[in-house]
T-cell receptor, first 114, second 115 residues
């Protein structure tokens, strides 16, 4: 079956530090890949997505590149802010799937200190 | 455009009771999916409804059920509640063009506590 593995947190950083959250997946073909972010007390917000190999998703300074050869979709941000403190989820949507059925990783809590 | 709304936001029930949660999708969205979020199991897919029909289903017991109305609003029901059903239940909607790249938009969730 499909699965997503992401690094466990918490990840604690100082403001303006570089952030990387690793994500690898297991799935057949070419799934679509997503990063969602969850702020305290809120639902999930889509951060970025990529739908085919070598695609780069980007939003709000965050980037992730779909690497088919390593089945990875690592999230990066060059300079984090306190407001980036949240839980980040990597997810996939199966290739050629009918409808919506996301498989999520376990989430990585990020804490940015001033 | 209003986002996905879920009611109620918080619920407290006792074991053996049943509960119904409601989700109103973004206007124009035809697909509604439900997810359960717990500290132990993380985010798990429950089911998806499209045009009042269940289109996808996760690996949950039959105590978990859902339905969708003609206006795309959806409800999920959990019967004979167990302590382990305590979770944040998230609803997500999408336009559903049929492509796997459809973006799902999540509501704030309903926090269910079973005592």
């Amino acid at each position: 079956g499909n699965s997503v593995t992401q690094m466990e947190g918490p990840v604690t950083l100082s403001e303006e530090a570089f952030l990387t959250i690793n994500c690898t997946y297991t799935a057949t073909g070419y799934p679509s890949l997503f990063w969602y972010v969850q702020y305290p007390g809120e639902g999930l917000q889509l951060l970025l997505k990529a739908t085919k190999a070598d695609d780069k998703g980007s939003n709000k300074g965050f980037e992730a590149t779909y690497r088919k050869e390593t089945t990875s979709f690592h999230l990066e941000k060059g300079s984090v802010q306190v407001s980036d403190s949240a839980v980040y989820f990597c997810a996939l949507s199966p290739w050629k799937a009918a409808g919506n059925k996301l498989t999520f990783g376990g989430g990585t809590r990020v804490l940015v200190k001033p | 455009k209003a986002g996905v709304t879920q009611t109620p936001r918080y619920l407290i029930k006792t074991r053996g009771q049943q509960v119904t949660l409601s989700c109103s999708p973004i206007s124009g969205h035809r697909s509604v999916s439900w997810y359960q979020q717990t500290p132990g199991q993380g985010l798990q897919f429950l089911f998806e409804y499209f045009s009042e029909t269940q289109r996808n289903k996760g690996n949950f017991p039959g105590r978990f059920s859902g339905r969708q109305f003609s206006n795309s609003r959806s409800e999920m029901n959990v019967s004979t509640l167990e302590l382990g059903d305590s979770a944040l239940y998230l609803c997500a909607s999408s336009f559903s063009s049929g492509r796997a790249t459809d973006t799902q938009y999540f509501g704030p969730g309903t926090r269910l506590t079973v005592l």
